[in-house]
């Protein structure tokens, strides 16, 4: 715990939207406990149809994860766009940022970026690396 709370950098757990719906008092309590050791809180797989509204004003997470089926087919689905930049604009009504799952295309950065998104995944920018290869790419050790 102590060990936590001293880093230069809070450590992120992503925690399924299923499973935190699943038991959301059990899972309240966990949250608590882990957000008191500096530690924050994303949702992953917002938006896949498990959660209501009622349920995601009792969430007490930093970040919703926007699943990479809403952004893969944005560009192209007026539908999809729209419950994108609800998702994103529900967020920050909520106090929580975004981070944007799946983005492959400039299209896709340029139409998050417009819409208020916090944060970007995807082979856009990276494919997944080593530990040494991030080390390299940032400059410094880990």
């Known amino acids: 715990e102590k060990y936590l709370k001293d880093l230069p950098?809070?450590?992120v757990i992503e925690i399924t939207e299923r499973v935190y719906?699943?038991?959301i008092e059990t899972t309240k309590k966990i949250v608590s406990k882990l957000k008191n050791m500096n530690v924050k809180i994303a949702i992953d797989d917002f938006g896949t149809g498990y959660s209501s509204l009622s349920s995601l004003k009792d969430i007490?997470?930093?970040i919703l994860?926007?699943?990479m089926s809403f952004v893969k087919v944005m560009v192209n689905d007026k539908k999809s766009r729209a419950l994108v930049k609800t998702i994103i604009s529900l967020a920050q009504d909520?106090?929580?940022k975004t981070l944007a799952e799946g983005v492959e295309t400039q299209q896709q950065k340029d139409m998050l970026i417009d819409m208020g998104v916090d944060?970007?995944?995807?082979?856009l920018l990276s494919k997944p690396l080593p530990e040494e290869e991030v080390e390299k790419l940032i400059g410094g050790n880990l």
């Open 119 to 123: 944060y970007l995944q995807g082979f």
């Open 9 to 11: 950098v809070s450590p």
């Open 94 to 96: 909520l106090g929580m």
């Open 65 to 67: 994860k926007i699943d």
């Open 60 to 62: 007490d997470a930093d």
């Open 21 to 23: 719906i699943k038991n």
